[in-house]
């Protein structure tokens, strides 16, 4: 069982920035794909970014790509997204999520993290 824990949320005026972190409890994570969803209030879950095992593809949807970025660390379990030009209609719940490829991450991923709550104010 894969275990992640979110970190980084919070409330962000409209063209700031906010990094969120993701660390992952399972020492085989390095092998897995890892990427983030969100839901915003009365919206369906949105895929956002994902990045393979060792980092060198990653994808985006076209809503973020040019302001989000993904990246991980191995040696530290941990996944990141920075997020830039932050818009009021980013405010959502931003989940890190886990699969076993970035093929498959989406739509629906093995693992689910939490949650961190991030609301941009216009």
């Known amino acids: 069982q894969v275990q992640l824990v979110e970190s980084g949320g919070g409330l962000v005026q409209a063209g700031g920035s906010l990094r969120l972190s993701c660390a992952a409890s399972e020492r085989t994570w390095p092998t897995y794909a890892m990427g983030w969803f969100r839901q915003a209030p009365g919206k369906e879950r949105e895929f956002l970014a994902a990045?393979?095992?060792?980092?060198?593809?990653?994808d985006y949807a076209d809503s973020v790509k040019g302001r989000f970025a993904i990246s991980r660390d191995n040696a530290k379990n941990t996944v990141y997204l920075q997020m830039n030009s932050l818009k009021p209609e980013d405010t959502a719940v931003y989940y890190c999520?886990?699969?076993?490829?970035?093929?498959?991450?989406?739509?629906?991923?093995?693992?689910w993290g939490q949650g961190t709550q991030v609301t941009v104010s216009s």
């Open positions: 999520v886990v699969d076993y490829s970035i093929a498959t991450i989406n739509p629906n991923p093995r693992y």
């Open positions: 990045i393979s095992w060792n980092g060198r593809s990653a």
